[in-house]
């Protein structure tokens, strides 16, 4: 029996301390000789699909040493975020651009192969000589901040770090795989009631969401607060409408049709938009449609507008805002040149701000709230491993609700769960909720 084979059938930590490490693992990975792969057909037809099946392989790299503040998770089940498909479309710049600095001072990352993912649940194999608080056999998430923890800033906030990067997207050998590294840092306990593909979707994305919200960096969402959120069933708010119910705010979400609509409502999100009705949110007309709506549902504007989706949605987001309200961003992902009106910006006295993923202690904070079974995955699907090009896809197309799970060592799903009395008291059609939703076409 191998060292993956001894994971997947739970063999003791003794046991998979006896085995040996492979020289090489399955991963999901793109290839630097394919960068220039979709530029060609893009300077014929702007239209052309960059599509990341074309991109993201599946086959064998070889296994990286380990850094004595780093540890070896055998990966039981990861997640597909946007920036795999980002890597994997080589959009806005290359993920190599990355690879190639980070290897200036860590030549193991600068590969002609990057392992994506940065989202993962598995269980520790191997622990640098520097890691103190984790051991062969512990079951752990891994957070998506890869920062060095000599760096001063990081003891203040870890996101402020010179040297902040991306695990599984700004770094190798993410959680899209069989094997991945990670610093110790990165490490939490897993949630006990949850399968490994529930647990395996939360980390970036709720933490994420809980730095925009709650965070003493974010919006810190106060109770009553009126929060319009984009993509409301989406992988980010999904998790944000959570937060937002839970610490008694008011969520109004925004979702693409009437399906997710009703997955908003057994969310228990009371007040639901649907954006298909308005012909261009790029337009003011549409944006003043948009907060006269707000205020129909709930009797005021927005405090705080929950931002990812970028330039199709920004300036109706600094438009509907209250005065003296927030729109907090993380991302761009329908596009980076945002257009808003300053003039409703400066004269109403909003603040835009801006939020990039999450750190240590912020993870560690929403991991609890999950642990305790107060904030649910939003799991929809999930693909084996060798999929991961079609999962990735699903979520360029947008044909998906929540997140995205990906199959590494677990021979199957609904495995790995240990709390099974906290399964029970929350029931199983909230666990599952996202999973009953019908797929986008």
């Known amino acids: 029996m191998n060292l993956a084979q001894a994971v997947a059938a739970g063999a003791p930590p003794e046991e998979l301390a006896r085995l040996d490490v492979p020289p090489t693992y399955r991963a999901a990975y793109v290839h630097r000789d394919e960068v220039g792969m979709f530029k060609a057909a893009t300077h014929t037809n702007a239209d052309t699909d960059k599509d990341v099946r074309l991109s993201l392989h599946v086959g064998q790299v070889p296994m990286p ?4 503040d780093e540890v070896l998770v055998a990966v039981m089940a990861s997640a597909i975020n946007y920036n795999t498909v980002w890597s994997a479309m080589f959009e806005p710049v290359p993920t190599f651009a990355f690879l190639e600095r980070l290897g200036r001072t860590d030549p ?24 103190r608080r984790w051991k062969v056999g512990d079951r752990v998430v891994t957070g998506p901040a890869y920062v060095d923890g000599e760096d001063p800033i990081a003891q203040h906030d870890g996101m402020l770090a010179a040297d902040l990067r991306a695990w599984g997207f700004e770094t190798n050998f993410g959680g899209l795989a069989d094997f991945a590294v990670v610093k ?12 490994w593909e529930e647990a395996a979707c939360n980390l970036l ?16 969402m106060r109770q009553g607060d009126v929060v319009l959120l984009w993509g409301a069933t989406g992988g980010l708010g999904g998790y944000g409408v959570q937060l937002v119910k839970n610490g008694g705010g008011i969520p109004v979400g925004v979702v693409s049709s009437p399906e997710k609509g009703e997955l908003l409502r057994a969310m228990g999100c009371e007040h639901v938009i649907d954006r298909s009705g308005f012909e261009d949110l ?14 129909r549902l709930v009797g005021e504007d927005p405090g705080i507008v929950f931002e990812h989706t970028g330039r199709e949605t920004f300036g109706a987001s600094v438009y509907v805002a209250r005065r003296g309200g927030a729109v907090v961003t993380c991302g761009s992902s329908s596009g980076y040149d945002h257009a808003y ?3 409703h910006l400066w004269m109403k006295l909003k603040r835009i701000i801006g939020s990039h993923g999450a750190n240590y202690q912020e993870c560690h904070e929403v991991n609890r709230l999950i642990s305790l079974g107060m904030v649910h995955p939003t799991l929809s699907r999930v693909y084996p491993l060798e999929r991961a090009g079609e999962a990735a896809r699903a979520v360029q197309t947008n044909r998906h609700v929540g997140k995205v799970g990906v199959l590494a060592l677990a021979p199957g799903e609904d495995l790995g769960v240990e709390d099974h009395a906290l399964r029970e008291r929350i029931g199983e059609e909230r666990l599952r909720l996202f999973r009953r939703a019908p797929a986008a076409p």
């Open 341 to 343: 009106d300053n003039r």
């Open 65 to 68: 040493e380990l850094a004595p």
């Open 205 to 220: 994305c709720a933490a994420t969401a809980y730095r925009m919200l709650v965070g003493e960096r974010g919006a810190r």
């Open 184 to 195: 110790a840092t990165q490490l939490l306990a897993k949630p006990r009631h949850l399968s």
């Open 282 to 295: 790029a337009d003011e007309k549409d944006w003043r449609r948009l907060g006269a709506e707000v205020r």
């Open 108 to 131: 193991r990352h600068d590969l002609s192969t990057h392992v994506l993912g940065s989202d993962a649940a598995g269980v520790v194999v191997r622990t640098g000589a520097a890691v």
